[in-house]
Protein backbone atom coordinates (compact mmCIF):
# COMPACT_ATOMS: atom_id res chain seq x y z
CA UNK A 1 0.00 0.00 0.00
CA UNK A 2 1.79 3.60 -0.79
CA UNK A 3 0.52 6.81 0.91
CA UNK A 4 -1.65 7.96 -2.76
CA UNK A 5 -3.48 4.84 -1.63
CA UNK A 6 -4.41 5.56 2.11
CA UNK A 7 -4.32 9.31 2.35
CA UNK A 8 -4.61 8.81 6.37
CA UNK A 9 -1.30 8.11 7.14
CA UNK A 10 2.21 9.65 6.23
CA UNK A 11 4.73 7.85 4.31
CA UNK A 12 6.81 7.04 7.50
CA UNK A 13 4.12 5.19 8.95
CA UNK A 14 3.39 3.08 5.52
CA UNK A 15 7.52 2.77 5.53
CA UNK A 16 7.50 1.63 9.11
CA UNK A 17 4.15 -0.81 9.44
CA UNK A 18 4.74 -2.37 6.21
CA UNK A 19 8.50 -2.67 4.65
CA UNK A 20 10.04 -2.63 8.28
CA UNK A 21 7.13 -4.89 9.47
CA UNK A 22 8.33 -7.16 7.00
CA UNK A 23 11.98 -6.82 7.35
CA UNK A 24 11.33 -7.54 11.45
CA UNK A 25 9.01 -10.76 10.80
CA UNK A 26 12.61 -11.69 9.04
CA UNK A 27 14.18 -11.29 11.63
CA UNK A 28 12.24 -13.32 14.38
CA UNK A 29 12.06 -15.96 11.08
CA UNK A 30 15.59 -16.17 11.73
CA UNK A 31 15.90 -16.42 15.34
CA UNK A 32 12.91 -18.71 15.17
CA UNK A 33 14.54 -21.40 12.68
CA UNK A 34 18.16 -20.80 14.62
CA UNK A 35 15.71 -22.42 18.07
CA UNK A 36 14.27 -24.95 15.61
CA UNK A 37 17.74 -26.32 14.92
CA UNK A 38 19.14 -25.82 18.26
CA UNK A 39 16.29 -27.62 19.96
CA UNK A 40 15.74 -30.11 16.97
CA UNK A 41 17.64 -33.40 15.57
CA UNK A 42 21.09 -30.84 14.57
CA UNK A 43 21.37 -29.66 18.61
CA UNK A 44 24.88 -30.32 18.66
CA UNK A 45 27.22 -27.82 17.43
CA UNK A 46 26.18 -26.61 14.37
CA UNK A 47 27.09 -23.52 12.02
CA UNK A 48 23.98 -23.26 10.68
CA UNK A 49 22.49 -22.23 14.68
CA UNK A 50 25.29 -19.71 14.71
CA UNK A 51 24.35 -18.34 10.74
CA UNK A 52 21.09 -17.85 12.09
CA UNK A 53 21.45 -16.07 14.93
CA UNK A 54 24.34 -13.45 13.91
CA UNK A 55 21.71 -12.79 10.74
CA UNK A 56 18.80 -12.51 13.68
CA UNK A 57 20.35 -10.36 15.53
CA UNK A 58 21.97 -7.91 12.63
CA UNK A 59 18.11 -7.68 11.30
CA UNK A 60 16.77 -6.58 14.80
CA UNK A 61 19.20 -3.87 15.34
CA UNK A 62 18.85 -2.88 11.47
CA UNK A 63 14.87 -2.84 12.39
CA UNK A 64 15.64 0.45 14.62
CA UNK A 65 17.93 2.06 12.41
CA UNK A 66 14.73 1.96 10.65
CA UNK A 67 12.16 3.07 12.81
CA UNK A 68 14.52 6.12 13.80
CA UNK A 69 14.37 7.11 10.05
CA UNK A 70 10.46 6.80 10.04
CA UNK A 71 10.45 8.71 13.19
CA UNK A 72 13.02 11.74 11.74
CA UNK A 73 10.22 11.92 9.17
CA UNK A 74 7.06 11.25 9.96
CA UNK A 75 5.84 14.90 9.81
CA UNK A 76 6.93 14.80 6.31
CA UNK A 77 3.91 14.91 3.73
CA UNK A 78 6.19 15.78 0.74
CA UNK A 79 8.41 12.80 1.18
CA UNK A 80 8.27 9.54 -0.69
CA UNK A 81 7.74 5.94 0.23
CA UNK A 82 10.71 5.24 -2.00
CA UNK A 83 13.13 8.49 -0.17
CA UNK A 84 12.65 6.97 3.14
CA UNK A 85 12.88 3.52 2.03
CA UNK A 86 16.38 4.84 0.14
CA UNK A 87 17.52 6.33 3.54
CA UNK A 88 16.77 3.54 5.55
CA UNK A 89 18.95 1.42 3.39
CA UNK A 90 21.82 3.72 3.53
CA UNK A 91 21.79 3.90 6.91
CA UNK A 92 21.33 0.38 7.15
CA UNK A 93 24.57 -0.27 4.35
CA UNK A 94 26.97 1.66 7.06
CA UNK A 95 27.42 -1.15 9.14
CA UNK A 96 27.36 -3.88 6.82
CA UNK A 97 27.26 -6.73 8.76
CA UNK A 98 29.35 -5.50 11.43
CA UNK A 99 27.65 -6.48 15.01
CA UNK A 100 30.28 -4.79 17.17
CA UNK A 101 29.63 -0.91 15.33
CA UNK A 102 25.96 -1.68 15.45
CA UNK A 103 25.12 -2.56 18.29
CA UNK A 104 27.15 0.09 19.82
CA UNK A 105 25.15 2.57 18.27
CA UNK A 106 22.13 0.94 20.05
CA UNK A 107 23.16 1.75 24.13
CA UNK A 108 19.88 1.14 25.03
CA UNK A 109 19.00 -2.27 23.32
CA UNK A 110 22.39 -3.40 25.34
CA UNK A 111 21.21 -2.16 28.21
CA UNK A 112 17.68 -3.86 28.06
CA UNK A 113 19.89 -6.93 27.15
CA UNK A 114 21.83 -7.19 29.90
CA UNK A 115 25.08 -6.76 28.13
CA UNK A 116 27.68 -4.36 28.86
CA UNK A 117 30.02 -4.14 25.63
CA UNK A 118 30.67 -5.46 23.01
CA UNK A 119 33.58 -6.25 21.41
CA UNK A 120 35.52 -7.67 18.03
CA UNK A 121 37.63 -10.13 17.64
CA UNK A 122 39.94 -10.74 14.24
CA UNK A 123 43.11 -13.25 14.26
CA UNK A 124 43.95 -16.48 12.39
CA UNK A 125 41.58 -18.34 14.04
CA UNK A 126 38.20 -16.98 14.55
CA UNK A 127 36.29 -13.97 13.64
CA UNK A 128 33.38 -13.17 15.88
CA UNK A 129 32.04 -10.34 18.64
CA UNK A 130 31.96 -10.97 22.25
CA UNK A 131 28.52 -9.71 24.10
CA UNK A 132 29.68 -8.93 27.26
CA UNK A 133 26.93 -9.65 30.19
CA UNK A 134 27.08 -7.64 33.07
CA UNK A 135 25.67 -9.88 35.45
CA UNK A 136 28.34 -11.81 35.34
CA UNK A 137 31.47 -10.22 32.96
CA UNK A 138 30.77 -14.00 30.70
CA UNK A 139 31.35 -12.94 26.97
CA UNK A 140 28.84 -14.80 24.91
CA UNK A 141 30.59 -15.03 20.87
CA UNK A 142 28.67 -14.66 18.01
CA UNK A 143 30.13 -15.38 14.69
CA UNK A 144 30.70 -12.77 11.95
CA UNK A 145 28.36 -13.73 9.19
CA UNK A 146 31.27 -14.15 6.53
CA UNK A 147 33.03 -16.20 9.41
CA UNK A 148 30.50 -18.57 9.86
CA UNK A 149 29.73 -19.30 5.63
CA UNK A 150 33.24 -19.22 4.78
CA UNK A 151 35.65 -20.81 7.48
CA UNK A 152 38.96 -20.31 6.35
CA UNK A 153 38.42 -18.85 3.21
CA UNK A 154 36.88 -15.83 4.58
CA UNK A 155 38.95 -12.39 4.62
CA UNK A 156 39.81 -12.58 8.25
CA UNK A 157 40.06 -16.88 8.31
CA UNK A 158 37.78 -18.58 10.95
CA UNK A 159 38.64 -22.09 11.93
CA UNK A 160 36.55 -22.95 14.84
CA UNK A 161 32.53 -22.39 15.91
CA UNK A 162 32.42 -21.94 20.08
CA UNK A 163 28.82 -23.53 21.36
CA UNK A 164 29.08 -23.80 24.78
CA UNK A 165 27.00 -20.58 25.03
CA UNK A 166 24.03 -21.52 22.81
CA UNK A 167 21.71 -20.98 25.46
CA UNK A 168 23.08 -17.43 26.28
CA UNK A 169 22.87 -17.12 22.42
CA UNK A 170 19.17 -18.13 22.61
CA UNK A 171 18.48 -16.03 25.88
CA UNK A 172 20.20 -12.66 24.19
CA UNK A 173 17.97 -13.61 20.94
CA UNK A 174 15.01 -13.67 23.21
CA UNK A 175 16.11 -10.29 24.66
CA UNK A 176 16.42 -8.46 21.04
CA UNK A 177 13.15 -9.87 19.68
CA UNK A 178 11.76 -8.10 22.92
CA UNK A 179 13.43 -5.23 22.94
CA UNK A 180 12.21 -4.42 19.21
CA UNK A 181 8.13 -5.27 19.88
CA UNK A 182 8.95 -2.35 22.75
CA UNK A 183 10.31 -0.09 20.11
CA UNK A 184 7.47 -0.78 17.86
CA UNK A 185 4.67 -0.38 19.80
CA UNK A 186 6.43 3.21 21.43
CA UNK A 187 7.27 3.94 17.79
CA UNK A 188 3.59 3.18 16.21
CA UNK A 189 1.78 5.24 18.54
CA UNK A 190 4.17 7.94 18.06
CA UNK A 191 3.91 7.64 13.99
CA UNK A 192 0.14 7.78 14.93
CA UNK A 193 -0.87 10.40 17.18
CA UNK A 194 -0.72 13.46 14.77
CA UNK A 195 -2.83 11.73 12.15
Aim: proline share 2%; charged share 30%.
Amino acid sequence: MTASQNKNYTPSYTVFAADLGYYENNARRYKEGAILIKNGDLSTCTPSFHLLSTIAFELFAKTLLGYKVCQKNKMETNITEDAIKDEISKEMRRYMHHLGRLYKELPDMLDFMGVEDVSEVKNGFVWDYRFKLKSCGKEIILKDVEAIRYGSFAKNSNVMTWCVDDDEIIGLLNKAEEYVAKQKKEVRVELLQDL
